[in-house]
C-alpha cells in the first residue's frame, strides 16, 4: 500500500494504526514504530497533525487569521512533535558500527555527561538532564564510538517518555549493541510538568538508575561508577 492508493482518503494515521494491530505490536507513546511507515507518509502525518493542531487552537479560541504570532503555529508544532522532539518514534534507529574488543579491555569505561532532551508523557511537558553511562567490556564485548552513545540517548529520549522506563528502554538497547559484562546508567533530570505547572517547584530534579550484569552483583564496582560521576550541587 502506498500513499496514492485508491483509499487514499483514509487519515494517514489510520493505515499505519491497521498495520501496528495487525502485526499485534504497541503504539505507546515511547515506542517506535518506523517499521510500519511507508515511504511519503511521514510527510502526510505532518500534514495531518497541522491540521489536528489547528483545531485545538480554534477550540483555545485564539484568532490564528488576525494573530501574526500564531498564523503559523500548526504547522510549526506539527513539525516540532514530528520532526524534532518525537522524532525518535518516527525514524530507525542509527547506524551503529561496532568493532571486536581486539586489545581485550575490561575495565570500566563511564561516557558522560550526555544531554538529555525528552518530553513527559503525562503534559508533553519538557524533560531536560544529564546521563551518565557505565561499562564494564569483556574480550567478546562490541566496541562504539562515543558519539554513538549520545546517537542512542537521542533516539530513546526523542519521544514522549516516563524517566523510570526511559532508561530501562536505554539500558536495552545498549546491551543488545554491545553485549558487555555489565552496565550502569545514572539519569538527572528536571521536569517542567513539577516546575512549570502543577507544585511549581523549579529546582526539583528526578535521579534514577539501571543497573546490569556485574554492577548488580559486585557492590565494590557499582560504588566506584557512582564515585566517579561529578558530585551534585
Known amino acids: 500500500m502506498t500513499p496514492d492508493t485508491p483509499d487514499a482518503g483514509i487519515p494517514v494515521s489510520v493505515k499505519i494504526r491497521e498495520r501496528i494491530t495487525a502485526a499485534r505490536k504497541r503504539a505507546h507513546a515511547n515506542d517506535n514504530i518506523a517499521q510500519f511507515l511507508q515511504p511519503g507518509e511521514l510527510e502526510l502525518l505532518l500534514d495531518e497533525v497541522e491540521a489536528k493542531m489547528q483545531g485545538v487552537l480554534d477550540s483555545l479560541v485564539i484568532d490564528t487569521d488576525n494573530d501574526h504570532n500564531t498564523n503559523n503555529t500548526a504547522r510549526r508544532v506539527a513539525k516540532m512533535y514530528l520532526l524534532e522532539v518525537f522524532k525518535g518514534r518516527y525514524v530507525e534507529p542509527p547506524t551503529i558500527t561496532e568493532f571486536p574488543n581486539a586489545e581485550h579491555l575490561n575495565e570500566l569505561m563511564i561516557v558522560g555527561p550526555l544531554t538529555v532532551r525528552s518530553a513527559c508523557s503525562h503534559h508533553f511537558c519538557p524533560v531536560m538532564g544529564k546521563i551518565w ?76 538508575s539501571v543497573m546490569r550484569g556485574v554492577f548488580l552483583k559486585d557492590s565494590a564496582l557499582r560504588r566506584e561508577f557512582l564515585s566517579l560521576l561529578p558530585r551534585k550541587n
Open 133 to 208: 553511562i557505565g561499562i564494564m567490556p569483556n574480550e567478546h564485548t562490541n566496541v562504539i564510538g562515543l558519539s554513538k552513545y549520545a546517537r542512542l540517548v537521542d533516539w530513546i529520549m526523542n519521544r514522549p517518555q516516563i524517566q523510570e522506563e526511559a532508561v530501562i528502554q536505554l539500558a536495552d538497547l545498549i546491551m543488545e549493541k554491545t553485549q558487555p559484562d555489565g552496565l550502569a546508567i545514572v539519569m538527572e533530570a528536571s521536569h517542567f510538568c513539577m516546575s512549570w505547572r502543577g507544585v511549581r517547584e523549579p529546582d526539583s530534579k528526578m535521579i534514577n
